[in-house]
Nanobody, 121 residues
Framework: VQLQASGGGLVQAGGSLRLSCAASGRTFSKYVMGWFRQAPGKEREFVVA???????NYAEFVKGRFTISRDNAKNTVYLHMNSLKPEDTAVYYC????????????????WGQGTQVTVSS
């Protein structure tokens, strides 16, 4: 599966953004989809994952602020980000795998290119 992330940009603290990740292929609905992020000088970290039936697992630091959703008819997963903070500034990556093995980046098979999110204070 090939992934294409989009929707990043510059936003003020407290603002919102919606990221999208479009996937190729006919079996999108079978994949667990995830979002990760990587800030400068830091390791890539897990943000959220969503299974094929819509059950999501969030990192603690985004609970209540970020929401993941998927549209299997459009082969797209979304990350709705609200109440953004400067510390949310990072390159955001979407990822996919046929099984969910946790939040370690190395356990995810497919990656899209990143999209930059910058939150100004």
């Amino acid at each position: 599966v090939q992934l294409q992330a989009s929707g990043g940009g510059l936003v003020q603290a407290g603002g919102s953004l919606r990221l999208s990740c479009a996937a190729s292929g006919r079996t999108f609905s079978k994949y667990v989809m995830g979002w990760f992020r990587q800030a400068p000088g830091k390791e890539r970290e897990f943000v959220v994952a969503i299974g094929w039936i819509g059950v999501a697992n969030y990192a603690e630091f985004v609970k209540g602020r970020f929401t993941i959703s998927r549209d299997n008819a459009k082969n797209t997963v979304y990350l709705h980000m609200n109440s953004l903070k400067p510390e949310d500034t990072a390159v955001y990556y979407c990822a996919a795998d046929l099984t969910y093995s946790g939040g370690r980046p190395e356990s995810w098979a497919y990656w899209g290119q990143g999209t930059q999110v910058t939150v100004s204070s």
